[in-house]
């Protein structure tokens, strides 16, 4: 019977989700920045393409990605925290198991409080 090779800490389990989640978000959170700089960048080449730019995310739809953008920017920094902590708590390794599963917990509880609100505004007008 196959058994598991010392010295591993993820083989296909939370950790590793974890690990492919925060390469995920943080490629998202860059691509976000970029598009961010360069918008914001329009103002001063020509102010009309400026406005006629930012006019576009004024979409509800938009409300949507920027949920979505959101829910990268608060699972990345959760777990990064708990990225933190493994590394560098004595006891880190042995409990990143629990870690995760408490930075869901709170990115859950956040993402639910931050999308009633900001969806609620984006598509009841208020």
Do not use: C
């Not at 777990?79 to 990143?96: C, E, H, M, P, T």
């Not at 995760?100 to 609620?120: A, E, K």
């Amino acid at each position: 019977m196959p058994t598991k090779p010392a010295g591993t800490l993820y083989r296909g389990r939370e950790g590793m989700w974890s690990w492919v989640g925060h390469r995920i978000t943080g490629v998202v959170i860059f691509f976000f920045l970029l598009v961010h700089v360069l918008d914001t960048s329009l103002v001063r080449v020509s102010p009309e393409a400026y406005t006629a730019v930012i006019g576009t995310y004024k979409n509800p739809l938009m409300a949507l990605g920027e949920t979505g953008l959101v829910a990268a920017i608060v699972f990345h920094a959760f777990n990064g925290l708990r990225i933190i902590a493994v590394d560098f708590w004595k006891k880190g390794a042995k409990y990143q198991r629990q870690m995760l599963w408490t930075v869901l917990g709170l990115w859950v509880v956040v993402m639910v409080g931050f999308s009633i609100r900001h969806l609620s505004l984006a598509f009841g007008g208020h």
